[in-house]
């Protein structure tokens, strides 16, 4: 415990400014000023900074997410969110600082410095997403789980009874967000744009879609979620997982804005949000949580609780088949 | 959505999914224009035949409260909402009725009297 709070609150925050700083130090003397700080699609360096205010960039942000990881570890509840939100800054800004650096190195001007292209950035992206992953596993051991409260809500499902529950939520505004992309993807096109940006806007208009509304269902055996209008993705959440459940408010911004954020292999963590409001915390049986914003969560919340102290099926109830 | 069947009770279990989904629609649980589960999927999750989910929404239908288009599946119908709570009072006023030994003639007379 103590020392994985060292860890992760001193050792591998100061590993990431150090690496940011100590790349700067360096090699102070052989970078041009100003410095390479932005390249364009194709690679070539096409934005500059003054040495000491990318210097002052890379060093703060870093120094900023040290500090974020250093105050999770004084929190009981949330301590693996801001955990791996600061490492995932932190390495991000720490690997783009060196990337800039070596770019930059001996370059006589901005101009000069060596290519950078979207491989090399989407690298840096992984890295900073590994090391979110493996900082807040690490960190979710530190969590302290709350106490399950006495009073879960039920349904009062009897022995003898059977129950479906079906609900979900929409967001509207999301729906015209994702029209608008779809719009300027169509523009992009017809005025002749590179596949990327058509791509991207493509994509995009389509992963929005997918979460301007969701249906939960919740059977005997599982919790399932399907996505957006067409109901596909799905992705389900089996009974025997689930610990309990509780009704919540949910708030986008505390989960990482809109969408499916987190995750529950890497992160121990998820949220299904396509709106602000009434949601449904799930409490899994391997400490991890998942979060769904649906309405009518109440109902929901008491259904999976009444399966779960049951968690002993029965047989079907009726084998006659009617004609 | 809930939707809760007793194999225990007395009723037949497509009256009661109809019941269930009836009273969902009465109390505003689900708006006109919305999807019923596909009957294969509301079957599969209480595990009964399909045709007893099939034979339900039939009967929804016959009542006004839902339509079953193809290839739209089931939705709750414009009037669901106030008609569903129709329907509702005039179940259990038959109900009422059978009970204490009354006729359906002498029943649709009394109502006939009172319109």
């Given at each position: 415990?103590?020392?994985?709070r060292?860890?992760?609150?001193?050792?591998?925050?100061?590993?990431?400014?150090?690496?940011?700083?100590?790349?700067?130090?360096?090699?102070?003397?052989?970078?041009?000023?100003?410095?390479?700080?932005?390249?364009?699609?194709?690679?070539?360096?096409?934005?500059?900074?003054?040495?000491?205010?990318?210097?002052?960039?890379?060093?703060?942000?870093?120094?900023?997410?040290?500090?974020?990881?250093?105050?999770?570890?004084?929190?009981?509840?949330?301590?693996?969110?801001?955990?791996?939100?600061?490492?995932?800054?932190?390495?991000?800004?720490?690997?783009?600082?060196?990337?800039?650096?070596?770019?930059?190195?001996?370059?006589?001007?901005?101009?000069?410095?060596?290519?950078?292209?979207?491989?090399?950035?989407?690298?840096?992206?992984?890295?900073?997403?590994?090391?979110?992953?493996?900082?807040s596993?690490?960190?979710?051991?530190?969590?302290?789980?709350?106490?399950a409260?006495?009073?879960?809500?039920?349904?009062?499902?009897?022995?003898?009874?059977?129950?479906?529950w079906?609900?979900?939520?929409?967001?509207?505004?999301?729906?015209?967000?994702?029209?608008?992309?779809?719009?300027?993807?169509?523009?992009?096109?017809?005025?002749?744009?590179?596949?990327?940006?058509?791509?991207t806007?493509?994509?995009?208009?389509?992963?929005?879609t997918?979460?301007t509304?969701i249906?939960?269902?919740?059977?005997?055996?599982?919790?399932?979620?399907?996505?957006?209008?067409?109901?596909?993705?799905?992705?389900?959440?089996?009974?025997?997982?689930?610990?309990?459940?509780?009704?919540?408010?949910?708030?986008?911004?505390?989960?990482?804005?809109?969408?499916?954020?987190?995750?529950?292999t890497?992160?121990?963590?998820?949220?299904?949000?396509?709106?602000?409001?009434?949601?449904?915390?799930?409490?899994l049986?391997?400490?991890?949580?998942?979060?769904?914003?649906?309405?009518?969560?109440?109902?929901?919340?008491?259904?999976?609780?009444?399966?779960?102290?049951?968690?002993?099926?029965?047989?079907?109830?009726?084998?006659?088949?009617?004609? | 959505?809930?939707?809760?069947?007793?194999?225990?009770?007395?009723?037949?279990?497509?009256?009661?999914?109809?019941?269930?989904?009836?009273?969902?629609?009465?109390?505003?649980?689900?708006?006109?224009?919305?999807?019923?589960?596909?009957?294969?999927?509301?079957?599969?999750?209480?595990?009964?035949?399909?045709?007893?989910?099939?034979?339900?929404?039939?009967?929804?239908?016959?009542?006004?409260?839902?339509?079953?288009?193809?290839?739209?599946?089931?939705?709750?119908?414009?009037?669901?909402?106030?008609?569903?709570?129709?329907?509702?009072?005039?179940?259990?006023?038959?109900?009422?009725?059978?009970?204490?030994?009354?006729?359906?003639?002498?029943?649709?007379?009394?109502?006939?009297?009172?319109?």
């Open positions: 415990m103590k020392s994985t060292i860890w992760l609150g001193v050792v591998v925050p100061v590993a990431w400014v150090a690496a940011a700083v100590g790349a700067f130090a360096a090699t102070w003397t052989r970078l041009p000023d100003p410095l390479a700080t932005h390249w364009g699609l194709s690679g070539t360096p096409n934005g500059s900074m003054p040495k000491l205010a990318a210097f002052v960039l890379f060093a703060g942000a870093t120094v900023l997410a040290a500090i974020a990881a250093r105050v999770a570890m004084h929190r009981e509840r949330g301590i693996a969110q801001l955990a791996g939100a600061a490492a995932f800054g932190g390495v991000l800004f720490a690997a783009l600082g060196v990337v800039t650096v070596v770019a930059n190195l001996d370059a006589p001007r901005w101009q000069d410095a060596r290519a950078v292209g979207i491989p090399l950035a989407l690298a840096c992206c992984a890295l900073a997403w590994g090391a979110a992953a493996l900082v596993r690490a960190a979710r051991t530190l969590e302290r789980t709350p106490a409260t006495s009073a879960l809500p039920s349904i009062g499902l009897g022995p003898t009874e059977r129950a479906v079906s609900a979900g939520a929409k967001n509207r505004a999301l729906f015209v967000v994702a029209l608008f992309v779809a719009v300027g993807g169509v523009t992009a096109w017809a005025s002749g744009g590179s596949w990327i940006e058509v791509g806007c493509a994509a995009c208009a389509v992963l929005v997918g979460i509304e249906h939960v269902r919740v059977d005997e055996r599982a919790l399932r979620i399907a996505f957006g209008p067409l109901r596909f993705p799905r992705m389900s959440i089996a009974v025997d997982r689930i610990e309990h459940a509780e009704k919540m408010t949910v708030a986008p911004m505390a989960n990482g804005g809109w969408g499916y954020r987190g995750s529950l890497a992160f121990g963590r998820a949220a299904v949000v396509v709106r602000g409001g009434e949601g449904l915390r799930l409490a049986r391997d400490h991890k949580t998942m979060i769904v914003t649906v309405d009518d969560a109440e109902t929901g919340a008491g259904l999976i609780n009444d399966l779960v102290s049951r968690r002993t099926p029965v047989g079907p109830l009726d084998t006659t088949k009617h004609e | 959505m809930l939707i809760r069947i007793d194999a225990a009770a007395n009723t037949d279990l497509h009256e009661q999914i109809a019941a269930q989904v009836r009273r969902a629609i009465s109390s505003g649980k689900v708006a006109p224009g919305d999807q019923l589960p596909p009957a294969r999927e509301l079957a599969a999750s209480l595990a009964v035949n399909m045709h007893t989910v099939l034979r339900a929404y039939a009967a929804l239908r016959d009542e006004g409260l839902v339509e079953m288009r193809r290839g739209r599946g089931v939705t709750i119908a414009d009037a669901g909402t106030s008609r569903a709570r129709v329907v509702e009072l005039a179940r259990e006023l038959l109900g009422e009725a059978r009970r204490h030994g009354m006729t359906l003639r002498e029943l649709s007379k009394l109502l006939e009297e009172l319109a």
